[in-house]
């Protein structure tokens, strides 16, 4: 079991809202080591296959926090193939249009131009249209661009982002030692994500 599980319940609570002050990059050796999967795999008929896409930072968290309470690794996301489509989008876009994964790029002016115009302009790409539409994705849902659009407008409402004052900064590089100093733990057991 891993040595975190020395900790009473309260200061293992602590570390587990700590960890949310690392950024991903500072999260990926711990999982690499650990063997917690941070990538993105999609269905296929015949298995799931890996994507460069990298899991949202909630997620992975969830799967650290898990693997330290139990010293069990989660599966990794696995978008059903219905989500799936890789054509390129059409220059026609329509807002009753259905997102994909493997359409939706970040930077796609096409599709920049549709989330704008269906938001009044105040569409931009960035970490919360891509965690929102995952979560989509993840619940095998396909959303029209005019359903993402709305629910990107109530998400960006309600998102504060956080700057590292130079006091967390200091908390961030414990943590990073203290993460490289758990030992990984021998196991072929693997627990369904939830």
């Not at 799967?63 to 059409?90: A, C, H, M, W």
């Not at 967390?168 to 100093?181: D, G, N, Q, T």
């Amino acid at each position: 079991m891993p040595q975190l599980l020395d900790l009473d319940s309260k200061r293992q609570q602590k570390l587990f809202e700590d960890l949310s002050l690392l950024s991903f990059d500072e999260l990926q050796p711990f999982c690499q080591k650990h063997s917690i999967p941070y990538h993105i795999y999609i269905q296929t008929k015949n298995d799931a296959v890996k994507t460069s896409d990298l899991d949202s930072k909630e997620m992975v968290l969830k799967r650290i926090k898990y693997y330290l309470q139990t010293g069990k690794v989660q599966k990794e996301t696995i978008f059903p193939s219905r989500v799936v489509n890789v054509d390129k989008v059409s220059e026609n876009l329509k807002p009753t249009d259905k997102i994909y994964y493997g359409q939706y790029k970040k930077g796609n002016r096409v599709i920049k131009r549709v989330l704008t115009q269906i938001t009044k302009g105040q569409f931009k790409f960035g970490e919360i249209d891509y965690d929102l539409i995952r979560s989509y994705w993840l619940r095998g849902e396909i959303p029209t661009y005019q359903e993402f659009a709305l629910s990107w407008v109530v998400a960006v409402k309600k998102y504060k982002p956080h700057i590292r004052t130079v006091k967390e900064e200091k908390k961030v590089e414990a943590l990073v030692k203290l993460l490289e100093k758990i030992e990984p733990v021998v196991t072929d057991n693997f627990e369904e994500a939830s």
